[in-house]
């Protein structure tokens, strides 16, 4: 197909959206990784908790903030939320909530909110 370019042609309409779209998806994946970095910062800690049925939470601690990821979860940063003991982060609505005093972690979902990864620990 021959480019005319003093003339917009369909095909060159078409190859200005599937490069937009391309930059588009590229710029957005990459920034909300740099987002989250510059926003919270460089993480304070980091820890792997072995749940039972075979189940594991990889952790990165933040000042107000966790990023768990999990199989089932995908990646979450959760916000720190008020508890009596031990450090508990949730989403807005509260159907995602990391609890995690000492060694050992839990996670529970929906609502009302289920235990979904039990008996976690990294030692």
Not at 11 to 25: C, E, H, T
Not at 35 to 57: Q, R, W, Y
Not at 78 to 99: C, H, K, M
Request: a positive charge.
């Amino acid at each position: 197909m021959k480019i005319i370019w003093n003339k917009v042609t369909k095909f060159s309409q078409f190859i200005a959206i599937v490069l937009f779209v391309i930059v588009f998806f590229v710029g957005f994946t990459l920034g909300r990784k740099v987002e989250n970095k510059s926003v919270l910062g460089s993480p304070t800690s980091s820890a792997v908790f072995k749940c039972s049925d075979n189940k594991v939470i990889y952790t990165e601690f933040y000042k107000n903030f966790v990023h768990i990821k999990t199989d089932k979860l995908g990646s979450k940063y959760l916000p720190q939320t008020i508890s009596a003991s031990g450090a508990r982060y949730a989403n807005e609505d509260e159907s995602i909530v990391f609890w995690n005093k000492g060694n050992t972690a839990f996670i529970t979902e929906g609502n009302p909110n289920t235990p979904t990864y039990m008996d976690c620990s990294n030692q």
